[in-house]
């Protein structure tokens, strides 16, 4: 069993950066990909980045590279995203998941329902 703990949301100016930090439980964390989405209101929850298991592979949305980073400390059990010029366009909730069985290659192409474990989000408001 997995439970994930999102946190290190708020409000911002454009231009601005946050770090995000997704608090992991369970001792096999380690052994699993884990992906940071985000859904807009009104918008469809789409695939921000994810990291392997062990923080050697990572893939970002083509519209977010250079802007997002991800990386993981697994002795802490902690993913995190550092965001950077953040723009208006980024105001969201934010999620990070994972699943036993879904790379985190496959996490861009993969519904994200069929992730089976999620936090509860951290909300990022931008303002301009």
């Known amino acids: 069993q997995v439970q994930l703990v999102e946190s290190g949301g708020g409000v911002v100016q454009a231009g601005g950066s946050l770090r995000l930090s997704c608090a992991a439980s369970g001792r096999t964390f380690s052994r699993y990909d884990v992906g940071w989405f985000r859904q807009a209101p009104g918008k469809e929850r789409e695939l921000v980045a994810a990291?392997?298991?062990?923080?050697?592979?990572?893939y970002y949305a083509d519209s977010l590279k250079g802007r997002f980073t991800i990386s993981r400390d697994n002795v802490k059990n902690i993913i995190y995203l550092q965001v950077n010029s953040l723009k208006p366009d980024d105001t969201a909730t934010y999620y990070c998941a994972s699943d036993s069985k879904i790379t985190a290659q496959q996490m861009g192409v993969a519904p994200w329902g069929a992730l089976h474990y999620w936090g509860q989000g951290t909300q990022v408001t931008v303002s301009s």
């Open positions: 990291i392997d298991q062990s923080g050697g592979s990572t």
